[in-house]
């Protein structure tokens, strides 16, 4: 997997897309993947598998490492529908998991699908799980 995210690094790096003309230097300074790009801060994959977390209305100059499994699924999960084979890493739904009441377990809003889920976009959610407010 490595290769694969070092590969889509580069592509978005060489991309010129303009809508990403503001990430792009962050990337190239702290090589991640970016997965998911809020309005204050943005998630984002290391070659080396770590998720990062950019806060980039408050501190563009460093990214902090991000831990916690419910961030990092949705960015799997946001990042996914960009780059399909990062969908492997995605976890496998535990069996204590339950089906998303907001999308009914289908990961998407019904007529807002620009909107991301309180699921993540996975259709499911473990009991009890904390969930602070969305990184933007
Ligand atoms: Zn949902």
């Known amino acids: 997997m490595r290769d694969a995210i070092e590969t889509r690094i580069q592509e978005f790096l060489t991309d010129n897309d303009p809508r990403f003309d503001w990430v792009r230097p962050a990337v190239r300074k702290h090589g991640f993947l970016p997965l998911y790009l809020g309005w204050v801060a943005a998630l984002g994959l290391r070659p080396n598998g770590s998720f990062v977390r950019w806060d980039h209305e408050d501190d563009r100059e460093v990214v902090k490492p991000l831990s916690d499994p419910y961030w990092e699924r949705m960015a799997l999960c946001q990042g996914a529908k960009k780059?399909?084979?990062?969908?492997?890493?995605i976890p496998q739904r535990p069996l204590q998991a339950r089906d998303c009441e907001?999308?009914?377990?289908?990961g998407q809003i019904e007529g807002a699908l620009q909107i991301i889920c309180a699921c993540?976009?996975?259709g499911w959610m473990l009991p009890g799980?904390?969930?602070?407010?969305a990184p933007g």
């Not at 907001?102 to 289908?106: L, M």
């Open 102 to 106: 907001s999308c009914r377990g289908t």
């Open 83 to 89: 780059y399909p084979e990062l969908g492997s890493l």
């Open 129 to 133: 799980e904390q969930r602070g407010p």
């Open 120 to 122: 993540g976009g996975l």
